[in-house]
């Protein structure tokens, strides 16, 4: 199983650009979030979705947006990006029913606005 | 608030020093409290989750157990590969599938 797969793994930015996190898991786990971590600080959640058609905010989702499709991908846009969204991307995946195992996290995508 | 807080922030051992980590939190009602190891360039990976007070989990040289109000990640004669940072994260009994994640215990183990 490839588990949860992120692209891209770096990307850099210019100010005002804009750019799709792709997120992809073959683990067929109904939950999925976007975190994201800074340095010094502990993952902060960005969005999370329960389910295809289900999104909703978490704790820092000002400048991203995010769709749920399908069960598998969970793709995180960034709009007009700023160099406060320089951060590594994480996207973790987790089932109602395996809760005890927590979440399996992607490999991450290092982004950096400039 | 929830609130989740690690210490030390580094912590630099010799091979075979044993030593604990240690996690503090405050939550309404704690589902529980989660263990993960993270490499650098690489995401967390899952070791253990603790349900309630007295609880106490091993794998290898780690053994987590859990209080009301903190847990401890206890590394018993540890090797250069058990080099990682560890994150600690509560999840809330009203708050779903959300975790609150602590900032990490980033641990070296030298030869």
């Known amino acids: 199983n490839a588990g949860v797969t992120q692209t891209p793994k770096f990307r850099i930015l210019k100010i005002g650009q804009s750019m799709t996190l792709q997120c992809a898991q073959d683990m067929n786990h109904n939950y999925m979030y976007w975190y994201r971590q800074d340095p010094g600080m502990g993952l902060k959640l960005i969005y999370y979705?329960?389910?295809?058609?289900?999104?909703d905010k978490g704790e820092v989702p000002n400048g991203y947006n995010v769709s749920r499709s399908t069960t598998e991908d969970f793709p995180l846009r960034l709009e007009l990006a700023a160099p406060s969204q320089t951060s590594v991307y994480f996207c973790?995946?987790?089932?109602?029913?395996?809760?005890?195992?927590?979440?399996?996290f992607g490999s991450g995508t290092r982004l950096t606005v400039v | 608030e929830d609130q989740v807080t690690q210490s030390p922030e580094a912590l630099r051992l010799q091979e075979g020093e044993s030593s604990s980590l240690n996690c503090s939190y405050t939550?309404?009602?704690?589902?529980?409290l989660f263990w993960y190891r993270q490499d650098p360039g690489k995401g967390p990976e899952f070791l253990f989750t603790?349900?309630?007070a007295g609880e106490e989990k091993e794998k290898e040289r780690l053994k987590a157990t859990l209080t009301k109000k903190e847990s401890f990640l206890h590394i018993t004669a540890p090797k250069p590969e058990d080099s990682a940072t560890y994150l600690c994260?509560?999840?809330?009994?009203?708050?779903?599938?959300?975790?609150?994640f602590g900032p990490g215990t980033r641990l070296s183990v030298l030869p």
């Open positions: 979705s329960v389910g295809a058609g289900i999104t």
């Open positions: 994260a509560v999840q809330e009994i009203n708050y779903g599938q959300n975790f609150v």
């Open positions: 939550v309404s009602g704690l589902r529980g």
């Open positions: 973790a995946s987790s089932s109602l029913a395996a809760s005890n195992y927590g979440y399996t």
């Open positions: 603790l349900y309630s």
